[in-house]
C-alpha cells in the first residue's frame, strides 16, 4: 500500500511550493510511481515502461506538506 500520496516542497503551499503526487507526469514522460517517507528524507520514484528509478530526495529538514493516501 502507498502512503504517501502528494508531497509539496516550499514555505507557501498555494504560490511557491513544488507539488509532486502518485501518478504525475514528469520528466520526459515519465511517471511518478511512489513516494517513499524514510527517516530523514522522503523519496520520490518514477517510472517509465517497467523500468523504476529514483528521481528526487528531499531531506526532512525543508519545508515539506504531505497528503497520504486515505484508501484503506
Do not use: C
Request: aromatic share 12%; glycine share 4%; proline share 1%.
Amino acid at each position: 500500500m502507498k502512503l504517501v500520496r502528494k508531497i509539496s516542497i516550499g514555505r507557501d503551499y498555494k504560490t511557491d511550493a513544488m507539488h509532486y503526487s502518485i501518478g504525475q507526469e514528469v520528466y520526459g514522460k515519465h511517471i511518478i510511481n511512489n513516494i517513499i517517507e524514510e527517516d530523514d528524507k522522503y523519496s520520490i520514484y518514477i517510472k517509465k515502461d517497467d523500468e523504476v528509478v529514483p528521481w528526487k530526495d528531499f531531506n526532512k529538514n525543508m519545508a515539506i506538506s504531505v497528503e497520504y493516501n486515505l484508501d484503506y
